[in-house]
């Protein structure tokens, strides 16, 4: 089987499991909001992060809001999650640049993403994925990292050459499926510690299956 073929056939089962679990787990009603919602999401579960958003979206409600909030003000509204002080000033000034050199609409290609404070490969895959419907390249958190390790599809630790392994040996098409079904399907069965071999639905295709 190569690289290709097993990359389908993992996205193929993977799909039949989780059918119908919606695409991202974050709650959001505008790209600027999928975006604050992943730069807290950096660990921090995304259950937390909605706890927190609901709140934080009905407080502020543009981007122009979030550019005038001091960053000690807004990190009180974050505080439950990791690093919300560092979070809080990324943000603010995130929201500030947007005002700037965007208008204050969320930018749609991965350079402009990623010259925003604190938006790396990984939120911008996940902003322009999911508030856009473009796939520029392929989320890599920890779950992904972990589930691609064990399922042989990488050898190494570094995000961005995890996700250069990925892109060629899957279809453009499915890289933003194939990073929630890894996430999915790491949170459910292939978990860190514990995997469940005897309830995965790729143990006869994963070369971990003995770990």
Excluded at 149 to 168: A, C, N, S, W, Y
Aim: glycine residues 6%; hydrophobic residues 40%.
């Amino acid at each position: 089987m190569t690289g290709r073929e097993k990359t389908l056939e993992i996205v193929k089962r993977l799909k039949k499991e989780y059918t119908g679990k919606p695409l991202t787990v974050l709650r959001f009603s505008s790209p600027f909001e999928l975006l604050v919602a992943t730069m807290l999401s950096a660990q921090t579960t995304d259950v937390l992060v909605n706890k927190v958003t609901e709140g934080l979206f009905k407080k502020y409600r543009t981007v122009q809001a979030y550019a005038d909030t001091p960053p000690e003000r807004l990190a009180q509204d974050i505080r439950s999650v990791n690093f919300f002080n560092n979070k809080a000033k990324s943000i603010q000034k995130t929201a500030t640049l947007l005002l700037e050199k965007f208008n204050g609409a969320v930018p749609q290609t991965m350079e402009e993403l990623t010259m925003l404070p604190g938006v790396a490969r990984k939120t911008a895959n996940i902003v322009l994925s999911g508030a856009f419907g473009i796939d520029e390249g392929i989320a890599v958190d920890t779950h992904v990292k972990r589930l691609a390790f064990r399922l042989g599809l990488t050898k190494h630790e570094d995000p961005v050459k995890i996700e250069q392994d990925l892109m060629p040996v899957t279809p453009r098409k499915e890289w933003g499926n194939l990073s929630h079904l890894l996430i999915f399907h790491g949170r459910a069965v292939c978990q860190a510690k514990k995997p469940k071999h005897q309830e995965c639905v790729l143990s006869d295709i994963c070369p971990s299956r003995n770990i």
